[in-house]
T-cell receptor
Framework: TQLLEQSPQFLSIQEGENLTVYCNSS?????LQWYRQEPGEGPVLLVT?????EVKKLKRLTFQFGDARKDSSLHITAAQPGDTGLYLC????????????FGKGTMLLVSP | GAVVSQHPSRVICKSGTSVKIECRSL??????MFWYRQFPKQSLMLMAT?????????EQGVEKDKFLINHASLTLSTLTVTSAHPEDSSFYIC??????????FGSGTRLTVV
């Protein structure tokens, strides 16, 4: 069973602060995805990283995939209340059939 | 982009009754659909993987006779919670996978069993 450890579990910060969420595994993934989920809604895909060492930027969000494709990080610059939500990393691997493994999630609360 | 429609978004049912949740892929065909369960402030727990025209594959600990999954077409999968009890109350989410669109999630169904 492939496991994705996500940290921190909860994060409460003030508007304007920076933060980083980590996603780690002992397994190699062919790609890794980050999702954001708001209460009562399904997860919405933010980004997919495929290549080891890859860095992708989405406005104030920076995503990095580890060189060994076992870990990833999400960095948010100058967080805003609209960033509040549950952030989920999900690793994709092919093992007979394609599977998407979710981390436990990071609940982010950004206060004005 | 790809859209997955999940219906109903909320349902309240009496204990002992059955509830059906539908998951439709719009404008694309999904050979595989996934059903997840999510508890408050927690991550998604995969319940089962559903392939069109074949029996669903259930994760360990998920009762296949209680959570009936039907994937009769490339655009529709249904999850029926049979003889629902209060402990089945949860947020259920489906996801559809295609070669071109990857994974697309539905907006979820809040089930409350009273």
């Amino acid at each position: 069973t492939q496991l994705l450890e996500q940290s921190p579990q909860f994060l409460s910060i003030q508007e304007g602060e920076n933060l980083t969420v980590y996603c780690n595994s002992s397994s190699v993934f062919s790609s890794l995805q980050w999702y954001r989920q708001e209460p009562g809604e399904g997860p919405v895909l933010l980004v997919t990283v495929v290549t080891g060492g890859e860095v992708k930027k989405l406005k104030r969000l920076t995503f990095q995939f580890g060189d060994a494709r076992k870990d990833s990080s999400l960095h948010i610059t100058a967080a805003q209340p609209g960033d509040t939500g549950l952030y989920l990393c999900a690793g994709y691997s092919y093992s007979g059939y394609s599977t998407l493994t979710f981390g436990k999630g990071t609940m982010l609360l950004v206060s004005p | 982009g790809a859209v997955v429609s999940q219906h109903p978004s909320r349902v309240i049912c009496k204990s002992g009754t059955s509830v059906k949740i539908e998951c439709r892929s719009l404008d694309f065909q999904a050979t595989t659909m996934f059903w997840y369960r999510q508890f408050p402030k927690q991550s998604l727990m995969l319940m089962a993987t559903s392939n069109e025209g074949s029996k669903a594959t259930y994760e360990q600990g998920v009762e296949k006779d209680k959570f009936l999954i039907n994937h009769a077409s490339l655009t529709l999968s249904t999850l029926t919670v049979t003889s629902a009890h209060p402990e089945d109350s949860s947020f259920y989410i489906c996801s559809a996978r295609s070669e071109t669109n990857g994974y697309t999630f539905g907006s979820g169904t809040r089930l409350t069993v009273v």
